[in-house]
């Protein structure tokens, strides 16, 4: 499998001079099947990049949607083989048991957000609520879950050949523990995350910042080194970064890590642009 970053940025898109190198788009990352399977983990606003980079040649694509916040919809528009006739669109989003996918697309998808609504679309994509079981897209298999974020909101574990990535963007795994790590059946997403090759995970706050936004949904920087050593991942993705972060905070936040603690992993800081291969 081969991993690619379109937007790390958490909360709001922050374009500007102070975050150039990791990037101001939000959610999006883009992975690739050996056999050529596309999927897409979120629509943030680095997903208009990602649709100008498919290939005509592509025959079909997988959007795999966490949840239903702005920040990893807003540029579901703007994905340009959504506008291509023919080919074979698929968008996955989390069960609800109050309104199907289409109804909760149809919000954003609306004259009052949205020029042009889901029907309308030249590829007429296919919606599916994710199934609560193993599934298979090409030479993927996909398992997912519920974890720690308000609303419904998945995490994702797609594995090729004996590799995986999780893919946990929007995570509180912290909630309501007065010490963590606790006990690991209590811990949410950690199954998902387990001795996965490669984690991206949600590290939008510093330990400081945190008490001030329990229960939002998000991590601070120990927690997800905890919750990736609970894992015992082979690698760590630093990813939904706070808006207000700059490229030198987040460098200085990752080299308090780097120094600080006793990593069993490969921390990778979450940088737009970055792509990473899984052997297989």
């Given at each position: 499998m081969k991993i690619t970053l379109w937007g790390t940025r958490g909360s709001l898109a922050s374009p500007g001079p102070e975050n150039l190198r990791y990037g101001g788009n939000t959610s999006c990352v883009e992975v690739r099947g050996s056999d050529g399977t596309l999927l897409v983990l979120d629509a943030g606003t680095g997903i208009r990049r990602l649709g100008d980079s498919v290939e005509a040649g592509v025959k079909r694509v997988d959007i795999l949607l966490t949840h239903l916040h702005l920040d990893h919809i807003q540029g579901l528009g703007f994905f340009q083989p959504l506008?291509?006739?023919?080919?074979?669109?698929?968008?996955?989003?989390?069960?609800?048991?109050?309104?199907?996918?289409?109804?909760?697309?149809?919000?954003?998808?609306?004259?009052q957000l949205f020029p042009v609504r889901v029907g309308d679309l030249p590829s007429h994509p296919i919606l599916h609520?994710?199934?609560?079981?193993?599934?298979?897209?090409?030479?993927?298999?996909?398992?997912?879950?519920?974890?720690?974020?308000?609303?419904?909101?998945?995490?994702?574990?797609?594995?090729?050949?004996?590799?995986?990535?999780?893919?946990?963007?929007?995570?509180?795994?912290?909630?309501?523990?007065?010490?963590?790590?606790?006990?690991?059946?209590?811990?949410s997403g950690l199954d998902l995350a387990a001795?996965?090759?490669?984690?991206?995970?949600?590290?939008?706050?510093?330990?400081?910042?945190?008490?001030?936004?329990?229960?939002?949904?998000?991590?601070?920087?120990?927690?997800?080194?905890?919750?990736?050593?609970?894992?015992?991942?082979?690698?760590?993705?630093?990813?939904?970064?706070?808006?207000?972060?700059?490229?030198?905070?987040?460098?200085?936040?990752?080299?308090?890590?780097?120094?600080?603690?006793?990593?069993?992993?490969?921390?990778v800081p979450g940088t737009e642009g970055t792509t990473l291969q899984l052997a297989t």
């Open positions: 506008y291509r006739e023919g080919l074979e669109v698929h968008i996955w989003g989390p069960p609800s048991t109050k309104l199907d996918l289409a109804t909760r697309l149809s919000r954003y998808f609306s004259t609520d994710v199934p609560l079981a193993p599934f298979q897209i090409g030479g993927l298999t996909i398992v997912t879950d519920f974890v720690c974020h308000p609303g419904p909101t998945l995490g994702y574990r797609i594995a090729e050949n004996g590799t995986c990535v999780a893919y946990l963007p929007d995570h509180e795994p912290a909630l309501g523990a007065p010490d963590f790590p606790g006990d690991p059946q209590w811990t001795e996965a090759d490669l984690l991206i995970h949600d590290a939008q706050y510093t330990d400081d910042e945190y008490p001030g936004h329990i229960g939002w949904g998000h991590s601070a920087f120990s927690h997800v080194i905890a919750f990736g050593t609970m894992a015992r991942v082979n690698r760590l993705v630093t990813f939904h970064h706070d808006p207000a972060h700059s490229d030198a905070a987040l460098d200085r936040f990752i080299d308090e890590q780097r120094k600080t603690c006793r990593l069993p992993f490969e921390l």
